[in-house]
């Protein structure tokens, strides 16, 4: 009875260091243990903690998303297309001048552009396509007199991000957003450029509604 006992309570530690290895035999960390020590080398995220906290000290990262919101809530993000088109129509292009009015106040700042499809046609070419659109977008902003350097590599969701749900045709699933993505490299919130944004734009909220009401957009838009 014992040694019934024994050959089981075996059986289960062997089975649990089993089920030990596969779950974490492809984890670095696990499968270091028994290695010497400092075998384990950097697996990619060393360092993102100390770049995220010293975002968050020096304002960058509070900056960044209250500019988002900013530009979320002051014009149109989106743009729609024509099925399995990347063809701007009249719409397109009037939304895209107000989002390059808007980027030109801030030349400081990077914007990324991401493009979508709906859910008609293979995983590949929807990948392409919405790539296609993206890249329109960036040509139309580029048009408008915004650096080609402040506008990030675009990026092709394709398909995998409707905005409604179906396998049909979808005009909102068939678009481009654009997004605040970071600062110009080598410029933080501590540096002085950002300093002339924020001491520009508080200077433009001090005016009194009647004397602003005579000014456009325009006067307040620093070319680069």
């Given at each position: 009875m014992q040694q019934h006992?024994?050959?089981r309570l075996?059986?289960?530690?062997?089975?649990?260091t089993l089920l030990s290895a596969c779950a974490f035999g492809s984890d670095p960390v696990y499968s270091a243990f028994n290695r010497?020590?400092?075998a384990l080398v950097d697996t990619g995220n060393f360092g993102t903690a100390t770049m995220?906290?010293?975002?968050i000290h020096n304002g960058e990262k509070q900056v960044i998303y209250d500019l988002s919101q900013r530009f979320a809530s002051e014009v149109l993000t989106t743009v729609n297309f024509a099925f399995n088109s990347s063809t701007l129509d009249a719409g397109a292009r009037d939304t895209l001048r107000e989002q390059a009015n808007w980027i030109r106040q801030f030349p400081e700042i990077r914007f990324r552009v991401y493009g979508h499809t709906d859910k008609v046609g293979?995983?590949?070419y929807n990948q392409r396509l919405g790539l296609r659109r993206a890249q329109a977008v960036v040509h139309f902003l580029v048009s408008q007199g915004i650096s080609r350097d402040r506008l990030e590599a675009m990026v092709s969701f394709g398909e995998t991000q409707p905005l409604i749900v179906t396998e049909g045709r979808e005009r909102r699933n068939r678009r481009t957003v654009t997004e605040v993505s970071g600062f110009v490299k080598g410029i933080t919130p501590l540096d002085g450029k950002y300093a002339e944004v924020i001491y520009?734009?508080?200077v433009r909220s001090a005016e009194p509604p009647s004397k602003l009401s005579g000014i456009s957009g325009q006067d307040f838009v620093t070319t680069e």
């Open positions: 006992r024994t050959l075996t059986i289960a530690g062997l089975s649990m010497e020590a400092g995220n906290n010293v975002q293979s995983n590949a520009r734009e508080y």
